[in-house]
């Protein structure tokens, strides 16, 4: 079952490399900027979760094919690429849909794989593949660091060029708001992606459907199997 997961796995990062290229190809046949658009281009979230989900998967697939189990810090990203998408998905179904973002021309089949049916299925190769660890709870501040870096980086960048990759991350786009709107969108995005976080790492620690790694590292030794100086002190 595991080698299976590691087949899709490889498949879904084909997907999610095509939908990337598939959108970075259209959009740069129809801007005048090159330059300028491929520093866009990489500062969505998006793109910077779907590449990494990407490499994850690959990395994953490798560990499916080569152990029983994933390693210990390779989990962890794991649970970061799962958190990540996630919010991916939720963020753009309720806040974004609806709304035209500065990409010159958006690919419908690139535009649903990246932001609805990769999300998806890592979500579901998280709950369902073998293999996974249990994640300590302490591991939990390690989801944060990347969101909160990116969310740096795009308000220092915008402040300077004038560009977000997203509306509600302009302090222009609602007059009167300013950062004190975008800093509410950011410290509830923050707060989502931990409470995410929170899950993924929850399901780590379930039995169901797996046994994570951990357990089935101690199997129980059997009684006939002791050696004799354990049956001289259980004496």
């Known amino acids: 079952m ?7 796995r490889v498949l879904a990062a084909a997907l999610i490399i095509t939908a990337i290229v598939g959108q970075f190809v259209k959009s740069l046949s129809m801007v005048e900027d090159p330059g300028s658009f491929v520093v866009n281009f990489f500062s969505f979230f998006t793109i910077l979760s779907n590449a990494l989900a990407a490499v994850v998967l ?9 152990s029983e189990t994933d390693s210990p810090g390779f989990t962890v990203v794991r649970v970061c690429a799962t958190a990540y998408m996630t919010t991916t998905l939720v963020v753009y179904n309720t806040l974004l849909r609806d709304i035209s973002l500065d990409q010159a021309t ?5 535009n649903e794989i990246l932001h609805v049916w990769a ?13 996974r660890r249990p994640v300590p709870w302490r591991r939990l ?20 060029v004038g560009w977000y990759p997203y509306p509600f991350l302009d302090p ?14 950011v410290v509830a995005i923050a707060a989502f992606i931990l409470l995410v976080g929170a899950g993924v790492i929850a399901i780590s620690r379930m039995a169901w459907p797996y046994r994570g790694g951990a357990a089935e590292a101690s199997p129980v030794v059997a009684p006939e199997a ?8 259980a004496r």
Not at 2 to 8: N, S, Y
Not at 106 to 110: I, K, M
Not at 149 to 155: C, H, K
Not at 226 to 233: G, Q
Request: glycine share 8%; aromatic share 18%; no cysteine.
């Open 141 to 160: 501040w390690t989801v944060a660091l990347f969101p909160l870096a990116w969310a740096a980086y795009t308000m220092l960048r915008g402040a300077i």
């Open 172 to 185: 222009a786009v609602k007059p009167g708001v300013g950062y004190d709107g975008v800093l509410v969108y």
């Open 2 to 8: 595991r080698r299976v997961f590691g087949v899709l």
């Open 226 to 233: 002791a050696s004799d100086a354990d049956r001289v002190d």
């Open 119 to 131: 999300p998806l299925y890592l979500l579901a190769d998280w709950v369902l593949a073998p293999g």
């Open 58 to 66: 690959l990395a994953a697939a490798w560990f499916a094919f080569r």
């Open 106 to 110: 958006t690919v419908p089949w690139s």
